[in-house]
């Protein structure tokens, strides 16, 4: 499927439509997947949202190729803008304790972790919930492309917002908590002890049993407690009712969270604003 013919979702939200002329104050954030891509526009001043969701790529081309033509199709993309923030769906990272942090050493310790690939750019964000560093990579050639078309846009991995938004609310009450956050075709799990990070991962996933796999093999791995501890799900997935009925037949504590916003946008924008 050409981009031409791409499926778009357009969704505008709060009390005023965007008024583009005055883009200059506004904040564009770009979710870049090969899944697909997401284009938010928020005004600040009456909290207002404009989101394009580019759901279909053309997959006989490169994903800088696709993103180079989304940019040039979508008028609201050629636009000026107070801050761009970019979000990079990928499981290209890793964490790295910030004591331990050299930013002359980042791909030696990226590489250690990650074989190496054509054409990527390998990138870093501080956590200021905990001292720590996330490390990064992301395809070149978008990077270069994004540089070129706005003004100092700025490059955050999807893990790393996550434990942002996350860490936050695991130190309610006293039980550990496992977080799951549902891509189209991967999990995120984050787990925390309290505020305290303990691990962090993304895994591919092509069917329920994947998820089921992942999900109670990191539970074990991390040896947390079948009645008191808890698992939260979030995000958009498939067989929900199957997964939950299989993990509540291991785990107690089973909850569903359906955030009103996008929890990634969300995380930008808190992170973005202190």
Known sequence: MVLSKILTMVQETGNN??????????????????????FSVYNPINDSTHEVAILTLDSSTSLAANLKRAIQENDFLQLCYKRVNVIVNTNRYTNLPLDLYNESSIIDVFSFNHSKQKNEIVLSNHFKH??????????NSCHDLLINQYTKPAFYCRSFLLNEFFVSKSHLGNSRKMYISFNKSSIDILCYERNHLQFINTFDTSHHNDIIYFVLGTWKQLNYDQQHDELHLTGLFEEKEIIIKELKEYIQQVYITNPTTNIELQALLDYASN
Do not use: A, C, P, Q
């Open 130 to 139: 905990s001292k720590s560093i996330s490390i990064f990579g992301m395809d």
């Open 17 to 38: 439509h965007i008024d583009f002329n005055k883009s200059e104050h506004y904040t564009l954030s770009i979710r870049l997947s090969t899944d697909g891509f997401l």
